[in-house]
């Protein structure tokens, strides 16, 4: 039988051994390095916020064909310009971000180039979001022959063609398109703290900086694997964030 400082030596080991392990799958997962290729919808998801090793390619208003063809000047400046992070580093998580006036073939060419030239990392495809004035009738769309429309549809037939191309590889989306349709459907049912789904855009297409990134931001994350995060939003009114999280929540459903 254990003598009483036995009994404690050997709850401290136990305690301290949990807690290396925790400290070391922290560790582990701030060692992991993230890179995002798109435009304003893609800053807009607060890549500085992220968590580990993080640099972006952003260009204001901008397709990924376009971005690909031309990284020399991107508006965001503290851009690190893909033709150099991509060649120069080996990347974990890759998020890139499809939108308006590219067609399905040009993104299908456009990331599978990048893919190739990472060939380890992740590849996360940030749905992004319509205009408020067309997001409904957007995301019902089927249509996939045309340019792109910020729909299920479009998503899922661009993540099938680079499943076929690279039967190998990881490929996911943050659902954003998804959640702002949760959200939509919520207020119809007087189920959520606002009027209307405007109230989570603070322009025609640009989310608002607490309530709507506060939303997308985590999405990112958990897209991402990383744990959500309250950073940077804490003055967001409580009961807002309180249903944001419980649209968060049906991430882990989709």
Not at 9 to 27: E, K, P, R
Not at 188 to 215: C, E, V
Not at 238 to 253: E, G, H
Request: glycine residues 4%; hydrophobic residues 35%.
């Amino acid at each position: 039988m254990l003598k009483p400082l036995s009994i404690f030596i050997s709850c401290c080991l136990i305690a301290l051994g949990i807690l290396f392990a925790g400290t070391s799958l922290q560790a582990e997962e701030k060692a992991k390095s993230y890179y995002l290729i798109g435009n304003s919808l893609t800053w807009d998801t607060v890549p500085s916020l992220l968590d580990g090793d993080v640099q972006w390619h952003v260009d204001c208003g901008k397709s990924l064909p376009y971005i690909y063809e031309h990284p020399e000047k991107p508006c965001v400046k503290a851009s690190t310009l893909w033709p150099t992070a991509l060649k120069e580093k080996q990347y974990d998580l890759i998020s890139v971000q499809p939108h308006y006036g590219s067609m399905l073939a040009e993104d299908v060419d456009t990331i599978s180039k990048w893919v190739k030239m990472q060939p380890k990392a992740t590849f996360i495809i940030h749905t992004g979001w319509a205009r408020s004035a067309t997001r409904a009738d957007e995301y019902a769309s089927t249509d996939v022959s045309g340019k792109l429309q910020h729909s299920p549809a479009y998503i899922n037939a661009l993540i099938a063609a680079l499943k076929k191309q690279f039967p190998d590889r990881e490929f996911k989306q943050t659902y954003a398109i998804n959640l702002l349709e949760q959200v939509d459907s919520d207020i119809k049912q007087n189920k959520a703290p606002f009027d209307q789904i405007t109230d989570l855009y603070r322009d025609k297409i640009h989310m608002k900086t607490d309530s709507g990134r506060y939303l997308m931001h985590n999405a990112m994350r958990h897209a991402m694997e990383q744990p959500r995060s309250e950073k940077g939003y804490e003055k967001v009114d409580p009961k807002v964030k309180q249903y944001l999280n419980q649209v968060l929540d049906t991430l882990n459903q989709l």
